[in-house]
């Protein structure tokens, strides 16, 4: 899927970072290690949180940073007039968590339509 944007090398880097946050968020949590009496599924249950903000996190930054990239003005699709392109927020269900998205939307007055530019084309 990342098919050449981001290297095996970096990927491993940062799992290796994200382990690392792992053994923080225990060590948070539980400052002299976990009790006997702390399961394996609460265990599981910490980590699970941690992972679901860092994928929020990761997420929520990678849409801001795309969004920023289109501009305040864009040709509408159909008529090609300039249109203001304002930031719609956009909570969503991904892979591994919930994130709030940050999209580009611009409005069309002339053809009272609204489109959704994105990396993968506009949308009407
Ligand atoms: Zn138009």
Known sequence: MLSG???E???KEIEEIAAG???LAAKN???TGPGLDVTLVEME???N???RAIVRGAVETM???QAKQFGEELPCPICERM???KRKFRPMTVRGGEATLDEPVAHCPACRRDFFPSASGVET
């Open 5 to 7: 944007k981001v290297s």
């Open 9 to 11: 090398r970096k990927l």
């Open 21 to 23: 946050w792992g053994k």
């Open 29 to 31: 949590v539980f400052p």
């Open 45 to 47: 249950e910490v980590a």
């Open 49 to 51: 949180r941690a992972a």
């Open 63 to 65: 849409t801001c940073e």
């Open 83 to 85: 249109c203001a392109v």
